[in-house]
């Protein structure tokens, strides 16, 4: 921390697969928190007016520089690590899973005011996929929910209800199919949702929220792939993807308002995965309260540090609630 002047801030970004949270994350897992953590890092040493450390486990051991590795010690659990780290640093910046509820106990370890997030009871509820459609459907946002009982309907899709991206995710072409697999996995113990798979472009947004308060920073083109066997994997996602003259852009930007209405707690960045259907429009299939891969790139191709702007709406909060 030395050489920190008086108007330096002390950010800790952990990434949690990067950071050493999960020893037996996959390959494919852990380059995808490397490049996330290194994104963050990257935009808050632009910002200029940041000292930057960054959670480094044994398998992602460089961060950008100037920031500083911290290695995680060998015993203990991550909420321990980060709350030793939120204690001397301002603000802290995390990046982890919902699943298994990890993201929900990071959240618990640090006070709000050093947190750059979604608050906790907005990472509760979009923690569950099953619980996120339901409130949304109540706030008049459609969702795959509305689809279940059409007769249009011809795939349906079984998935864990805290999965992230599309771990263990399965498209079956009838009812009776998808039902065999749910039941399975529920007298396994697993928690997961068995819905109606919706058709249409698989799309996300990259959103900036903060206080009810929300801004569309750009529309992004998930590209997944469905094999032979019906197993959906996320292959990638093309940043910015529609023209800026595209029709759905405006109908996109109130659909996040009524999102943010919908869930007041969202914070910072936040990614939300949803189906453009022909008929309907904008249809809701997750929130993700944190960073997503669609941040990698994001500044550049905006040329708008996200970073910078996750900070400055945090003081804009923090100061509000002061007064």
């Known amino acids: ?11 800790f970004v952990y990434e949690h697969l990067s950071g050493g949270g999960a020893a037996d ?10 490049e996330m953590r290194d994104a963050v890092v990257q935009d808050l040493l632009r910002a200029g007016d940041c000292v930057v450390s960054a959670a480094a486990g044994p398998h ?16 203990g659990s991550a909420a321990d690590f980060l709350a030793q780290q939120a204690a001397i ?16 106990q990071l959240r618990h370890v640090v006070h709000a005011e050093h947190w750059l997030g979604c608050d906790a009871a907005s990472i509760a509820l979009t923690s569950s996929k099953r619980a996120t ?3 949304a459907a109540k706030h008049g946002l459609m969702t795959p929910l509305a689809f279940t009982g059409s007769p249009q309907t011809c795939r349906w899709v079984v998935k864990p209800d805290d999965g992230a991206g599309a771990v263990a995710t399965q498209v079956h072409d009838t009812h009776a199919a998808a039902c065999v697999d749910a039941d399975a996995r529920w007298q396994r113990g697993e928690s997961v949702v068995l819905e109606a798979w919706v058709e249409g472009e698989p799309m996300s947004l990259s959103l900036l929220s903060n206080a009810g308060w929300i801004e569309l920073l750009c529309v992004n083109r998930q590209q997944l792939a469905i094999d032979a066997a019906g197993v959906l994997s996320f292959v990638g996602v093309q940043i910015d993807a529609l023209q800026h003259n595209d029709p759905r852009i405006g109908a996109l930007r109130i659909w996040a308002r009524t999102l943010a209405n919908a869930i007041p707690g969202l914070r910072g960045y936040v990614g939300v995965d949803l189906v453009w259907h022909p008929q309907h429009g904008p249809v809701l299939i997750e929130i993700n309260p944190r960073v997503t891969m669609a941040y990698v790139g994001l500044s550049e191709r905006l040329d708008h540090n996200l970073a910078a702007s996750v900070i400055a709406a945090h003081h804009r909060e923090t100061n509000h609630a002061a007064a």
């Open 60 to 75: 992602a051991p460089q961060v950008p520089v100037p920031a500083r590795a911290v290695g995680p010690p060998p015993a």
């Open 133 to 135: 459609l339901v409130h």
């Open 1 to 11: 921390m030395q050489g920190a002047g008086p108007a330096m801030m002390r950010v």
């Open 89 to 104: 640093h301002d603000l802290v910046w995390v990046i982890a899973p919902e699943s298994d509820g990890v993201l929900a």
């Open 25 to 34: 994350a996959s390959a494919e897992l852990l380059s995808a928190g490397r």
